[in-house]
């Protein structure tokens, strides 16, 4: 048995020195081993109480296999995350500075998030329509799932849309809760109706009770949150501000962000077609 399986490893190195290529830089060490012109760790090893020689990884190859996937990684992270890869731009690094404070929360929190992960703490972005909400809450999103984070950005629509085609409706919350942190688009804007309502507790109550952090973003004013129509929604918007003790205020003195963008691409494109 022991001759047999040391035949067994032998052909297996033989057959992997074979398909070992190496490089131009790469070079033989004084014991005779192949080491890389990089790195100069060895490429190669005797293996105790073998009379062979087998290939092995060096550092530096190592390292590029290891950034290879964790670029696969995010790649899956990002696309699980997002509806669409428009926003996978929405990045700290392409801010465009329309609001700094806001920015400046949204750094801070992904700095601290380990901490308040602990506890379920998320945030709360509210203010007039188009000045960049939605934008913020993915750069929270792209800058975890940079840190290999699942992330879900996400509409009640969507969710109850979702949520219709389970037959295991606790097996897809729980699928929800696992998720690092959650960001629920624009509170306020889902179809009112009863069944509705229902749903969009849930979620809230669902990610509440298990801790999972949550972003909400909203165009309902701060006072229209603590001071409901309702008590269905007052249940909803009191989880919401408890767990999201510091709301903030997303605005842009110059007007709205989309508003700007019209313009520009009127400009632009007015000068392309309609030039004399």
């Not at 073998?50 to 950034?67: G, L, T």
């Not at 509806?83 to 929405?90: G, I, K, L, N, T």
């Not at 290999?148 to 919350?173: C, G, H, I, W």
């Amino acid at each position: 048995m022991g001759n047999e399986f040391r035949q067994y490893m032998e052909l297996i190195g033989k057959r992997a020195m074979a398909q070992q290529v190496a490089g131009t830089e790469d070079y033989v060490g004084e014991d005779g081993l192949l080491y890389c012109g990089k790195c100069h760790t060895p490429r190669q090893c005797r293996p105790e109480g073998f009379d062979m020689v087998m290939p092995v990884i060096c550092d530096c190859r190592r390292e590029q296999a290891r950034r290879a996937e964790q670029e696969r990684r995010v790649a899956f992270l990002r696309e699980r995350c997002f509806d669409s890869p428009r926003q996978y731009c929405a990045t700290f690094e392409n801010d465009l500075g329309y609001d700094p404070r806001a920015t400046r929360v949204m750094m801070s929190y992904v700095e601290h998030f380990d901490s308040t992960r602990e506890d379920g703490i998320g945030l709360l972005l509210y203010g007039p329509f188009g000045t960049g909400k939605s934008y913020h809450a993915c750069q929270v999103a792209n800058a975890l799932i940079d840190r290999l984070l699942p992330v879900k950005v996400t509409q009640f629509e969507d969710l109850y849309r979702l949520s219709q085609n389970e037959r295991d409706k606790s097996a897809f919350f729980r699928s929800l809760t696992r998720n690092a942190l959650v960001v629920i688009d624009d509170l306020g804007a889902e179809k009112k109706s009863d069944a509705m309502q229902s749903f969009v507790f849930t979620v809230i109550d669902k990610l509440y009770i298990s801790k999972t952090p949550f972003i909400v973003t909203t165009n309902l004013t701060i006072d229209e949150l603590k001071r409901p129509e309702n008590k269905e929604n007052g249940r909803i918007y009191e989880r919401i501000l408890e767990r999201c003790p510091y709301p903030v205020l997303v605005e842009r003195k110059e007007g709205s962000v989309r508003r700007q963008l019209i313009r520009e691409n009127y400009e632009k494109y007015k000068a392309l077609w309609d030039a004399e």
